[in-house]
């Protein structure tokens, strides 16, 4: 479990999941989703997985490449979301679990001063 702030839920403009044990919560929300949704920051592959399952065999009308190629992509595309979700609070080691301390567990840069 750690800080984690993120938009995952749509809320759109302010930060509407939070992480708890591992699993997104919507921040919106009184219950806990009945979905597991891996935190970004405390389980990145599980992240990762979730968004890939999400886009998996699913393609742009017409495309007609095969889905070995097209879930590549995907794999691709759910990597690099999460790495950016992680960089933009600060984290480049895809070994690290937690938000460095002094970052915004919501991803937004301090204004310069
Ligand atoms: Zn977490």
């Not at 998996?56 to 992509?73: H, L, S």
């Amino acid at each position: 479990m750690c800080n984690y702030q993120g938009y995952e839920f749509g809320a759109g403009r302010y930060p509407d999941s939070y992480c708890v044990d591992g699993y997104l919560h919507d921040a919106d929300s009184d219950y806990l989703n009945y979905e597991s949704r891996c935190c970004p920051i405390c389980d990145r592959n599980g992240a990762i997985k979730w968004w890939f399952d999400y886009w998996k065999d699913t393609c742009e009308e017409g495309d007609e490449r095969d889905f070995d190629v097209i879930n590549e992509e995907h794999m691709h595309r759910a990597t690099s979301l999460v790495d950016d979700i992680r960089f933009n609070r600060g984290i480049t080691d895809p070994n690290v679990t937690e938000i460095p301390v002094g970052r915004c567990p919501a991803g937004i840069p301090t204004p310069a001063t």
